[in-house]
């Protein structure tokens, strides 16, 4: 790869100081990250690690004022005879208090003494997961080791300096800090309870008998701690290594009895005499580890002529009036990068900020948001060749389903199997939340365990791995069918869902309320019939003979039909409703669209062409991860100018410190809600892989959707289900050839621009060339 390819594709830069967290470029490997806010002079480390949350294990149903059979009956009494206030005040007695958060455990102030210069420059080198940051004569350079390890950061310069570290927190400190051998360590307290700031609550951060985290950093050379910082002795390079933990293990995560402050010292590793020679060899086998993921899947485009001499922040900008394809390829590879660097090495899977946050609390409590969000994280997991990182999701699925998920099943609800609503957090939360005032058109929704257990059959579609499929995701997906048994309600006449809602829209109730309770809303439709599929599916690939199986399939198909309403849309609800909110950012009806595929345009014209109506029915304004999610869908529909609108959209900056529903990129690249959420960013590269190949029907589908400003192009690494990677150049819209690799013995049909319909035989391990021009069909 040229330097300047790789430079357009793979590198984010700026030309200033980072005013602000947004500026920060992100390192990670998914238990410790670092948000690098360098400027002239110092550069400032926001540091994160997966297990500090807020909380202690407790009751899952604590706060709970109606639960078990008759509160539910009542519920759908009311709502039955139309009275949909009546269902809403006792759907809030059903509530818990919030979900926990995730914490932002401190901060590394990194001075260097007596060099300034007013230009400052920085850059992240997504090939090396490298941050890098210049001024003057100094160069700093910090990543997080990807075998799971440390944080390291490393300072050059031409002349011998000095350098200082402060240490800081938005917590409490739990005592003094500590020296160790050329170091300190900070030890602190966890909240037991936070609040999301959009709560209200005397006490919005609690202390009491908790968790502890701690910071350890300690340098290569020389240091002492002078009025409470860590000074080093004058040299040309310094090297550091940064340990993170927390105490005592969260549930998921390996349990030890060492105390926070011992894992946080453990993990940084020794330092042999000669340091710069370790920094450089612990470096190497970093970025070794890195590529070995992020190196699997690339997209090439066309970048403007002037996209390597402009910063990132200049270059979003630019793209607005003037084409630069290469930027959404940039994007891309970013949005992998975001994945791998904060989903690996643990039960935990990523929160709604990834592995990077600097709030107390964070935005919506930065925790699993899972009426869209958590998915939306990992859709592009299995698609772009990071199957590993989806792993900490499953994990964290297979828990809620054995543990809190079953309780609020049994005790909350009077049903079988599991369940999860709208929100959840490290210990596993699956109750609905508000605290007693939480509008129910978000907090009551028993789907969550429902779209979740789909991953898991979606896993099984990409990788193949039976011994997987039987062992670990089965019970998972016999579970969520016991809970959706249990939920269907039939009278004779009808069968349906109740309370049923459509995150996290609102419409107008026969009474004159609005409310967002009703029956069988069309998600609910959507996701209950994918899983009733999937365990069908599950069933025949494992020679499982379940009766539950059958009855669960004539159950579901006997729900209400998806309809289309008079003006042409899908219709989202029970029965033509007037919709409170005409540009509801949520597409929830749409979720049979994508990811589920229960919509197309070959298989359902006339739904695929309701959902299309439905799309532009919104509005085109709309958060981050609402663009990524439509980019997604048109995508689905086979409109390659409809992604490119959406993706421009995406693209373009985001208003500084903004609020609201209007979507974009931070200077860093970050993408906007706002505030920043990472699905918007892991969003937009499934959408873009949806573009490139399809294959959730029988026939494989290359450029599906390819944005006729893309005309020239290439990817190397999709994957299809089946377990088969796909590589596409394509030249004038039309594809030049494509390599083939399959995991087993297999023939595959596949159509595209440029080649038609065609049938492949794949052998095990050896790579099938085809180029259309060149007569090798």
Do not use: K
Not at 615 to 627: C, D, K, M, P, V
Not at 684 to 705: D, F, I, K, W, Y
């Amino acid at each position: 790869m040229s330097t300047t390819l790789r430079e357009a594709l793979h590198v984010l830069r700026s030309d200033r100081s980072a005013a602000r967290w947004t500026d920060a470029f992100p390192v990670g490997n998914g238990v410790r990250g670092a948000s690098c806010q360098g400027r002239s002079g110092a550069e400032r480390l926001w540091l994160n690690d997966i297990t500090a949350w807020s909380g202690i294990p407790g009751d899952p149903l604590a706060g709970v004022a109606d639960r078990g059979d008759a509160a539910l009956e009542t519920v759908r009494a009311a709502i039955a005879r139309g009275d949909a206030a009546e269902a809403e005040r006792l759907l809030l007695r059903q509530q818990t208090p919030w979900v926990q958060a995730f914490l932002p455990l401190g901060w590394i102030d990194v001075e260097v003494d007596g060099v300034f210069d007013d230009e400052c420059r920085r850059r992240l080198d997504l090939t090396t997961a490298t941050a890098r940051l210049e001024y003057g004569r100094v160069r700093h350079e910090t990543w997080a080791d990807s075998a799971g390890g440390a944080i390291v950061h490393r300072i050059e310069s031409d002349a011998p300096v000095r350098v200082r570290l402060r240490v800081g927190s938005l917590l409490r400190p739990a005592g003094p800090d500590t020296a160790v051998t050329n170091g300190l360590v900070r030890e602190l307290m966890l909240p037991i309870d936070v609040a999301p700031g959009h709560a209200t609550t005397p006490e919005p951060v609690r202390y009491g008998e908790g968790r502890s985290g701690a910071l350890a950093v300690r340098s290569a050379g020389a240091a002492s701690i002078e009025h409470g910082m860590l000074v080093t002795e004058p040299a040309r390079t310094h090297t550091f290594v940064i340990g993170t933990a927390t105490a005592p293990s969260i549930p998921g995560e390996p349990e030890s009895d060492a105390d926070a402050a011992t894992r946080a010292v453990a993990a940084l590793g020794e330092i042999g005499a000669d340091a710069a020679a370790e920094a450089a060899r612990r470096h190497e086998a970093h970025v070794a580890a890195h590529r070995e993921l992020y190196l699997r899947c690339a997209v090439t485009l066309p970048s403007a002529d002037d996209a390597v001499e402009l910063s990132t922040e200049e270059r979003i900008s630019a793209a607005q009036e003037r084409p630069d394809p290469g930027l959404a390829a940039l994007l891309f590879h970013y949005g992998r990068y975001l994945l791998l660097s904060s989903s690996r090495h643990t039960g935990l899977p990523l929160t709604l900020q990834g592995l990077w946050n600097a709030e107390l609390p964070g935005p919506w409590s930065s925790a699993y948001t899972t009426n869209i969000n958590l998915q939306m994280a990992y859709w592009a997991a299995e698609t772009t060749a990071l199957s590993e990182c989806h792993t900490p999701l499953l994990r964290f699925i297979r828990r809620l389903a054995a543990g809190s998920g079953a309780t609020v099943a049994r005790e909350l609800h009077g049903a079988d199997g599991w369940v999860a609503h709208h929100n959840s957090d490290a210990w596993g939360h699956a109750a609905p939340v508000g605290a007693g005032h939480g509008d129910p058109a978000w907090a009551f929704w028993p789907m969550g365990g429902v779209w979740l257990s789909l991953h898991l059959w979606d896993r099984y579609a990409f990788t193949g791995d039976l011994d997987e499929l039987r062992a670990q995701s089965w019970p998972v997906l016999a579970s969520a069918a016991q809970f959706a048994l249990s939920w269907i309600q039939g009278d004779g006449s009808r069968t349906y869902t109740s309370p049923s809602t459509s995150p996290e829209n609102h419409f107008l109730a026969d009474d004159g309320t609005v409310t967002g309770v009703g029956e069988s809303s069309t998600m609910d439709v959507a996701l209950l019939r994918a899983l009733a599929t999937a365990c069908a599916q599950a069933a025949t690939v494992l020679g499982v003979d379940e009766s539950w199986i059958a009855e669960l399939l004539a159950l579901v198909a006997a729900l209400p039909d998806l309809a289309v309403d008079d003006d042409g849309t899908l219709r989202e609800w029970d029965r033509p409703r007037e919709d409170t909110e005409p540009h509801h950012r949520h597409l929830s009806h749409l979720v049979g669209l994508f990811p589920l595929a229960q919509i197309t345009p070959s298989g359902t014209p006339t739904l695929a062409a309701a959902a299309a109506a439905s799309i532009l029915s919104r509005g085109q304004e709309s958060t981050g991860w609402a663009l990524a999610w439509r980019t997604a869908m048109w995508a689905r529909l086979g409109d390659g100018a409809r992604v490119h609108e959406q993706l421009t959209m995406a693209l373009r900056p985001a208003p500084v410190d903004g609020h609201g529903h209007r979507g974009g990129l931070y200077a860093n690249g970050f993408s906007a809600h706002p505030p920043f959420q990472i699905d918007g960013n892991i969003g937009l590269t499934a959408g873009v892989a949806e573009a490139l190949l399809q294959s959730h029907e029988e026939r494989m589908l290359l450029l599906p959707a390819l944005p006729p400003h893309w005309p020239t192009g290439s990817v190397r690494g999709l994957c299809a289900r089946g377990g088969v990677t796909v590589d596409i150049d394509w030249e004038r819209g039309e594809v030049a050839n494509v390599r083939l690799r399959s995991d087993g013995h297999t023939t595959i049909e596949m159509s595209g621009p440029g080649i038609g319909i065609r049938s492949v035989v794949l052998t095990a391990g050896q790579p099938t060339l085809i180029e259309p021009r060149g007569n090798r069909w």
